[in-house]
């Protein structure tokens, strides 16, 4: 398994900044291979063969013994070259002959009959490397949901858990000159104790779904880098390196637009943090003009550049400010599947763009939620790009084993392979640490915690929760109180709501619906919709699912944020249709959840001109 280390996080100085004048135990990964898609080396994504496993006879004989090397669907060795030289060899899997799908994509579009397989699958291909000495090499996996087991020419490399953050392994001196096989064990199959438990409300995309790549570097390269700007006004940049000369090595962070250069020596640790006030004429990132700059992580003979933009965020009593001035939030949420009836979860450059040139362009918007979990960093660089304010959450959602803590060591492991991925991404504003989980001890405990991790790993963006009210009702009036525990450990709060929805009021009894939260904080409308099939077409009766109930829905519910004076913005539920097993009307779902603002295939609905002028007003307005 990849290892993972306890760093003591002192003080605010270091890579791995933590809360000024306290120390906490951070879990991090052992390596984080920045921006590995831009380094040297060979993308492994196209064809790979695959073969279902149900019963996991690569794994354990019937008995519970380790698999015998005729079952092991990740030896090195030519099935059918085996069973020619001996007719009596007994070979019931053959992963060199079986069938070829291209990845990244989930299983769920290689054959029909793996529509709902909950299990595990192996893959397997072959590749050519040329193992140079005075070069390192590993194994680069985007992410892969949601257990991973991987071996190179027929040996063990590591596990690892989290369908949606990347990881590595190590292969220098693994690697054979010519030609070598990967083998990837991949089990979607989570339990109540994994993150995200058994019970969600999205479609298990099971598979290798981001991709894969060998990458080279120097014996001792730039591993995590990060440059930010800081609230008062200066560039900050961190530098860690990994290898044999790490410690006392000259680094050097350059912007050659800017005129910017920041140097330094690594301790004996191998990190540097340095600073210096901001050029006056750096451009700002903003979702009007999301300016990105060239930047160079110089290390010993490693060189790595990335295109990072430079903002700032903070809270003001119940405002969120960018770059000092206060902003309103005109978003959506948006689960990660691409626009087409046979979605695999395979988000490709043009895939991110057509999703979300519907919200900057279609809906006037300037933010988006991505829901559940980490979403591919294709989205988070194309929301860099076109200049859309990102929350970014991980999947600690509803039912989450919060009393057990190794669960808790999964999330936070989770957290922090998020963080370290995307903390040179501008358009990132929120690091949400769950969704929807009801109040309870244990649970406190756990999003402290996980609040905790963030603030020590960044300081300079906003941590939030999408979380549950409660309901008062007297004397014929309702209001919707704010008051969970979790609320004072947050930058900004954030509620999920669906009154006329999931609850029996009455549609044009939503803007009476009163707010009330004594946190004097801002507050986001994290979640609020309704389901409509496109085309259903119902103005006489408006029901549920029809386009109509949906488009009064969008109307009174705006009515109701309207008049909530600490609301700073709101990313409905949601702009696509999505899959979900557990919709299963057969006329209106189908397995898809259809409170989208489009269908899947991308077709607008009413709901999606209504919210579209809604925010078009608020941006006329500056607000």
């Not at 306890?6 to 135990?25: D, R």
């Not at 790979?48 to 690569?58: E, H, I, L, M, T």
């Not at 309870?440 to 300081?459: E, G, I, K, Q, Y």
């Not at 979380?467 to 954030?494: F, S, W, Y």
């Amino acid at each position: 398994m990849a290892r993972y280390w306890l760093a003591w996080i002192v003080g605010a100085l270091g890579l791995w900044s933590a809360c000024a004048g306290t120390a906490a135990a951070q879990i991090l990964p052992d390596r984080v291979l920045i921006n590995a898609s831009a380094r040297a080396g060979k993308d492994l994504s196209g064809p790979w063969n695959w073969s279902v496993d149900p019963y996991r006879d690569g794994v354990a004989g019937f008995h519970g013994e380790a698999p015998g090397r005729t079952h092991q669907r990740y030896a090195d060795v030519d099935v059918d070259a085996e069973t020619r030289k001996d007719p009596y060899a007994l070979w019931e899997q053959d992963l060199r002959r079986s069938p070829v799908t291209t990845l990244p994509s989930s299983w769920i579009t290689h054959d029909a009959t793996m529509r709902y397989y909950d299990g595990l699958v192996w893959y397997q291909r072959r590749f050519e490397a040329a193992p140079k000495v005075g070069e390192r090499q590993f194994l680069h996996f985007g992410a892969v949901d949601y257990r991973a087991s991987v071996f190179l020419n027929g040996a063990p490399l590591g596990t690892h858990e989290g369908g949606f953050t990347p990881f590595s392994f190590e292969v220098t001196g693994k690697l054979r000159p010519g030609e070598n096989q990967i083998t990837i064990g991949v089990d979607s199959e989570r339990s109540a104790d994994a993150v995200p438990p058994t019970v969600t409300d999205w479609e298990t995309y099971g598979g290798v779904i981001r991709p894969v790549r060998l990458v080279t570097t120097p014996v001792t390269y730039v591993d995590d880098a990060w440059i930010r700007l800081t609230r008062d006004g200066r560039m900050r940049a961190s530098i860690a390196l990994d290898g044999p000369s790490a410690a006392g090595q000259a680094v050097r962070v350059r912007i050659p637009a800017l005129g910017l250069v920041l140097s330094g020596k690594t301790g004996a640790d191998g990190r540097w943090t340095g600073d210096m006030a901001a050029p006056q004429r750096l451009k700002r990132w903003t979702p009007e003009a999301p300016t990105l700059y060239e930047v160079q992580f110089e290390g010993g003979a490693d060189v790595l550049a990335d295109r990072i933009g430079f903002r700032t965020l903070e809270v003001r009593g119940t405002q969120i400010l960018l770059n000092g001035k206060p902003i309103f939030l005109r978003g959506i949420s948006l689960h990660e599947e691409e626009l087409g009836k046979e979605p695999t979860r395979a988000i490709t450059p043009a895939a991110a763009r057509a999703l979300l040139s519907e919200i900057k362009d279609g809906l006037h918007g300037n933010f988006v939620r991505l829901a559940h979990y980490p979403h591919s960093e294709v989205m988070t660089r194309m929301a860099d790009e076109l200049g859309l304010i990102v929350w970014s959450e991980v999947p600690v959602y509803w039912r989450v084993a919060f009393a057990r803590p190794e669960t808790l060591t999964v999330a936070r492991k989770m957290l922090a392979e998020n963080i370290l991925r995307d903390r040179n991404r501008a358009s990132i504003a929120f690091w949400s640490v769950a969704n929807e989980t009801p109040v309870s001890p244990p649970r406190n405990a756990f999003l402290t915690t996980l609040t905790d991790d963030v603030r020590a790993l960044d300081d300079s963006r906003l941590v939030t929760a999408a979380l549950l009210t409660r309901r008062n009702e007297q004397d014929g009036k309702i209001e919707m109180v704010i008051d969970d525990p979790l609320v004072a450990k947050l930058d900004v709060m954030a509620i999920n709501t669906y009154n006329g929805w999931y609850s029996g009021d009455r549609l044009e009894h939503l803007p009476a619906i009163g707010w009330r939260s004594d946190a004097g904080k801002p507050l986001i409308l994290s979640e609020f919709g309704a389901d409509a099939k496109a085309g259903f077409l119902d103005p006489t009766l408006r029901r549920k699912f029809s386009e109509d109930f949906q488009a009064e829905y969008y109307r009174q519910t705006l009515a109701m944020a309207g008049k909530i004076p600490f609301l700073a913005g709101m990313s409905p539920w949601i702009l696509k249709d999505f899959r979900s097993p557990r919709r299963q009307h057969p006329v209106y779902q189908q397995g898809w959840n259809r409170k989208g603002l489009i269908s899947e295939t991308g077709e607008r609905k009413q709901a999606f001109g209504i919210l579209a002028d809604w925010y078009r007003s608020r941006e006329d307005r500056g607000r």
